[in-house]
């Protein structure tokens, strides 16, 4: 069965500084992978996606990903964190052809002055 | 890019009455639809799927009976919360695939946030 890992609950990381949020997956064979971003009381934007081709995938807002099979991994990372980056982060996991999405349990990030 | 609406953004009803949420795709037709259900600070659960012409696919735990879905044209997906209790509060989120391209898109609706008092 598919399934989504984010084992931080929440990460808190200063304004300015680089940001990485941890992703691992389960799935028998390469899966479709996103990660997305929501805000309180908001719906969810997407960031980037992950389908095939390049391992490091590059998103809005200046998010990147990196595609690792050998680690079941999506990690998703950005340089220089801004204050409004704080927020909710999922990383997901669909299935080709199949179109259904399985969330992880999400990473709140604080960013802090 | 594609857009699903939903409405209402919100609201609030009594204990025992039903809510009807509609789901929305705006510039593109949608078959298939998702809804989740997403309690404060968690993630957000698979509940159905919506099937347009066809009858709803649920998620194992999840009331036919409670939750009823209609899928009533290519555009349009309603969920129906029946007899609501405040168990049933929750932010309630649809999606639709952008099907007919290569690479299979969720685009997802702002959200509904149900409180039932």
């Known amino acids: 069965a598919q399934s989504v890992t984010q084992p931080d609950i929440h990460i808190t990381v200063s304004e300015g500084a680089s940001l990485e949020l941890r992703c691992n997956y389960s799935y028998g064979a390469t899966p479709y992978l996103f990660w997305y971003v929501q805000s309180p009381g908001q719906g969810l934007q997407l960031l980037l996606k992950?389908?095939?081709?390049?391992?490091l995938v590059q998103g809005i807002k200046g998010f990147e990903a990196e595609f690792k099979r050998s680690q079941s991994s999506f990690n998703l990372r950005k340089p220089s964190v801004h204050w409004s980056d704080a927020a909710e982060y999922f990383c997901?996991?669909?299935?080709?052809?199949?179109?259904?999405?399985?969330f992880g349990a999400g990473t709140r990030l604080f960013v802090k002055a | 890019g594609a857009v699903v609406s939903q409405h209402p953004s919100w609201v609030i009803c009594k204990s025992g009455t039903s809510v009807k949420i509609e789901c929305r795709s705006l510039d593109f037709q949608a078959t298939t639809m998702f809804w989740y259900r997403q309690f404060p600070k968690q993630s957000l659960m698979l509940m159905a799927t919506?099937?347009?012409?066809?009858?709803?696919?649920?998620e194992q735990g999840v009331e036919k009976d409670k939750f009823l879905i209609n899928h009533a044209s290519l555009t349009l997906s309603t969920l129906t919360v029946t007899s609501a209790h405040p168990e049933d509060s929750s932010f309630y989120i649809c999606s639709a695939p952008l099907a007919g391209v290569a690479e299979e898109t969720q685009y997802f609706g702002p959200g509904t946030r149900l409180l039932v008092l």
């Open positions: 992950y389908f095939s081709g390049d391992t």
């Open positions: 919506s099937n347009e012409g066809s009858k709803a696919t649920y």
């Open positions: 997901a996991v669909g299935a080709p052809g199949g179109f259904k999405t399985i």
